[in-house]
């Protein structure tokens, strides 16, 4: 069988970065409420001549120098974003042209904060159809463009980031030993809307917009949904929560986090968490999160990795992995 094998995970993140103290002047609010409630202590906030494209760069050249490739070597870009650097053409665009690269294609996916969960297993259909060999996956936003700064709710909770990987074709024994995707589960429930979306559009308002969000709509039906799809993923790889190494879920609030774990039975030592470092970075969390884990030496090769992700639609999703 083949299988889509990480080759190579690269993280950026903007230089400034803003701590929760910093809003205390702006909004009311405080570091205590912030992390009480949140978990994140601190965000990186993209200056001006940081962008979606930049950062994603960045972090696709970071990812090819770990994998010992090249742009040259690249099939496919699938770039993960809610904040492109312009309405069209797709950001993914920019930066195969930033790489250099002037073969194969490149593409834009938009599932908010689900995104690189539903990039990766776009990028696994490639590989396993034999469109493509080698397909770099790409996580980047700059939220902070979309936020009201006068909203104390939002604000505070979202930065900026970029994360990739590179992924290989590599045949496998069609096991769950196999190195690389083993299984994904993806959902989507347009009804929710509301409850977490962005009031501008090209085709509505004619402009950005701000992000808009029911903050306890959200929490009341993440950990339910994210449950639900991890739990199809598991029964999808034939695994349970005990055959895991590593949880690496979406960074959005560390209560979340911590409840959907426990609801899931999966090891408070086995999950990687990272909000309190950057904050919801959307598409970029995922990947950043498990840059971190990679870096620091906790993921290893053989190691069984689920990633999870929700986010406004809504959409959910989760992917295993065999590093």
Same mark, same amino acid.
């Given at each position: 069988m083949k299988r889509s094998v990480v080759r190579g995970v690269g993280t950026a993140l903007p230089r400034r970065i803003m701590r929760n103290a910093d809003f205390e002047g702006m909004v009311e609010t405080s570091d205590e409420w912030i992390v009480q409630r949140t978990g994140i202590r601190q965000r990186h906030v993209a200056s001006d001549d940081e962008t979606t494209a930049s950062l994603g760069e960045a972090a696709a050249r970071n990812a090819l120098a770990a994998a010992g490739l090249t742009p040259d070597?690249?099939?496919?870009? +699938? &770039?993960? =974003? $809610? =904040?492109?650097?312009h309405t069209f053409p797709a950001t993914a665009v920019e930066i195969q042209e930033r790489l250099g690269m002037r073969h194969?294609?490149?593409?834009? *996916? *938009?599932?908010v904060c689900s995104g690189?969960?539903?990039?990766? =297993? =776009?990028?696994? &259909?490639?590989?396993?159809?034999?469109?493509?060999?080698? +397909? &770099?996956?790409?996580? $980047?936003?700059?939220?902070s463009r979309i936020l009201d700064w006068s909203d104390r709710t939002t604000c505070v909770l979202f930065g900026d980031g970029a994360?990739? +990987? +590179? &992924?290989?074709a590599q045949e496998g024994e069609g096991t769950v030993a196999d190195r690389g995707v083993l299984a994904s589960s993806l959902r989507s429930d347009g009804t929710h809307k509301e409850k977490l979306y962005v009031d501008g559009g090209p085709s509505t308002t004619g402009t950005v917009g701000h992000l808009r969000m029911q903050g306890r709509e959200v929490f009341k039906h993440a950990v339910a949904m994210i449950t639900d799809v991890v739990e199809a993923t598991f029964t999808a790889g034939g695994i349970t929560a005990d055959d895991l190494d590593w949880f690496v879920p979406? *960074?959005?609030?560390?209560?979340?986090?911590?409840?959907s774990a426990k609801k899931l039975g999966i090891a408070e030592e086995k999950v990687v968490t990272t909000v309190h470092l950057h904050g919801n970075t959307s598409a970029a969390s995922v990947p950043l999160a498990l840059g971190c884990a990679v870096a620091d030496g906790r993921i290893k090769k053989g190691d069984l990795v689920l990633l999870e992700a929700m986010g406004g639609g809504f959409t959910w999703g989760a992917v295993l992995v065999r590093w």
């Amino acid at each position: 069988m083949k299988r889509s094998v990480v080759r190579g995970v690269g993280t950026a993140l903007p230089r400034r970065i803003m701590r929760n103290a910093d809003f205390e002047g702006m909004v009311e609010t405080s570091d205590e409420w912030i992390v009480q409630r949140t978990g994140i202590r601190q965000r990186h906030v993209a200056s001006d001549d940081e962008t979606t494209a930049s950062l994603g760069e960045a972090a696709a050249r970071n990812a090819l120098a770990a994998a010992g490739l090249t742009p040259d070597d690249i099939d496919l870009i +699938v &770039l993960a =974003t $809610s =904040t492109p650097n312009h309405t069209f053409p797709a950001t993914a665009v920019e930066i195969q042209e930033r790489l250099g690269m002037r073969h194969g294609f490149a593409f834009d *996916q *938009q599932a908010v904060c689900s995104g690189f969960v539903y990039a990766i =297993t =776009t990028a696994d &259909l490639y590989i396993r159809g034999g469109l493509a060999k080698r +397909v &770099l996956v790409i996580g $980047s936003e700059t939220f902070s463009r979309i936020l009201d700064w006068s909203d104390r709710t939002t604000c505070v909770l979202f930065g900026d980031g970029a994360g990739a +990987v +590179v &992924l290989e074709a590599q045949e496998g024994e069609g096991t769950v030993a196999d190195r690389g995707v083993l299984a994904s589960s993806l959902r989507s429930d347009g009804t929710h809307k509301e409850k977490l979306y962005v009031d501008g559009g090209p085709s509505t308002t004619g402009t950005v917009g701000h992000l808009r969000m029911q903050g306890r709509e959200v929490f009341k039906h993440a950990v339910a949904m994210i449950t639900d799809v991890v739990e199809a993923t598991f029964t999808a790889g034939g695994i349970t929560a005990d055959d895991l190494d590593w949880f690496v879920p979406h *960074q959005a609030n560390k209560r979340i986090i911590d409840a959907s774990a426990k609801k899931l039975g999966i090891a408070e030592e086995k999950v990687v968490t990272t909000v309190h470092l950057h904050g919801n970075t959307s598409a970029a969390s995922v990947p950043l999160a498990l840059g971190c884990a990679v870096a620091d030496g906790r993921i290893k090769k053989g190691d069984l990795v689920l990633l999870e992700a929700m986010g406004g639609g809504f959409t959910w999703g989760a992917v295993l992995v065999r590093w």
